[in-house]
């Protein structure tokens, strides 16, 4: 028998910043969040992958393909932590009966000016969205403008984009991806990009108000350095998976049966 969920707040709003105790460089930058977001505000510690147990691991991560397209390499500690700290995020959120969460990786900074604005839209479209991205990446011209409030829109780019640098969850969708994220096999914004399987389609808003400070802030806490070789032979595999993940979002948006879905697994 299925636990019964609470009702969400409807006007019930929290921030959350991960942020690895050991990375010294970003203290000053969660300080200078949490100075800026409108919420009261989380400091989460992030899950170190370098500290997990084996057991742990085996539990939610697979070597071995769940989904296609099967993602080209294996995943490392940092990735996997990484993974693990936005689902515990996720748990709060629904622990804590919120409407939503705005969540943020400890490598970014806000302009108060843009962010004001592009929060205040994102909450009005939370409830059918769930899940917008507050990127700090470009996003690709042609995509499609879902909702405009003023001189913010509401877009959704095909395929989704990559990064979870900071985002806003509601409690529905939390809800969802902690169900369809139990077991992944591949780092979490590869996983949001598989909105066939996780059953949440991010959208984004532009202006996003957010930038990258990831140099500034002692670098990629994930990253692990290759040789040569190994970086350009990953460079191709990435470009071939690219192009399959691009592909596979054409294909589902045109014909979303589930059959066709379940034709995805390679179980």
Known sequence: MKAVLMQ???????GF?????????????????IS??????????????HSLPQTTIDNYYS???????KYPFT?????????????????????QNLTAGIIFEDDVQIDPNVF????????????????IQFQVRDIPQK????????????????????RTSAQLVSYATAVTLLENTKKFDRPIDGMLQMHWFTGVSPVCIVPSGVTDRTHETGGSTLSIKKSNIISLYRIIQRIIYRIKIRNYSKIIRVNTSKDQIDDLHTN
Request: glycine share 4%; net charge positive; proline share 5%.
């Open 8 to 14: 969400p707040d409807t006007t019930n709003y929290k």
């Open 17 to 33: 910043i991960i942020h690895l105790k050991r990375s010294q460089q970003r203290k000053n930058q969660v300080i200078d969040l």
């Open 36 to 49: 800026k977001i409108p919420f009261d505000t989380e400091i989460v510690d992030a899950i170190d992958g």
């Open 63 to 69: 070597k071995k393909t769940f989904f296609k397209p």
């Open 75 to 95: 995943m490392n500690i940092g990735e996997i932590g990484c993974f693990l700290s936005h689902r515990s995020v996720w748990k709060k959120i629904v622990a």
């Open 116 to 131: 004001s604005d592009s929060l205040k839209s994102s909450l009005k479209w939370s409830s059918k969205y769930g899940y």
């Open 143 to 162: 995509s499609k403008i879902l909702h405009s409030d003023n001189n913010v829109k509401l877009i959704q780019p095909s395929p989704i984009l990559l």
